[in-house]
């Protein structure tokens, strides 16, 4: 499976951004999707997630801003990024899972998001 994530750049607090992440190299229908986020200093913690049957799950600090759905015909997932605060500012990757009921353990490259104050 490859994972091609786009649309991370810079922006001002309160703005939004949109990632995308195109997925080839297998069903991509079939399984879950995620995002996850590294800032410098810090451990990756995950951001949202959606199932092959459309279930989104979000961390807490990502409820009501960010908003992860994804489209089978194009393979690929989306991240809704609203409300940004310089606090979001990270390398954002997706994710996937190489056994359907496992957990995420494949992340493609990162796109770096910058939230300015």
């Known amino acids: 499976v490859q994972l091609q994530a786009s649309g991370g750049g810079l922006v001002q607090a309160g703005g939004s951004l949109r990632l995308s992440c195109a997925a080839s190299?297998?069903?991509?229908?079939?399984?879950?999707m995620g995002w996850f986020r590294q800032a410098p200093g810090k451990e990756r913690e995950f951001v949202a997630g959606i199932s092959w049957n459309f279930l989104t799950r979000y961390a807490d600090s990502m409820k009501g801003r960010f908003t992860i759905s994804r489209d089978n015909a194009k393979n690929t997932v989306y991240l809704q990024m609203n409300s940004l605060k310089p606090e979001d500012t990270a390398i954002y990757y997706c994710a996937t899972k190489t056994v359907v009921t496992g957990p995420y353990d494949y992340w493609g490259q990162g796109t770096q998001v910058t939230v300015s104050s």
């Open positions: 190299g297998r069903t991509f229908s079939s399984y879950s």
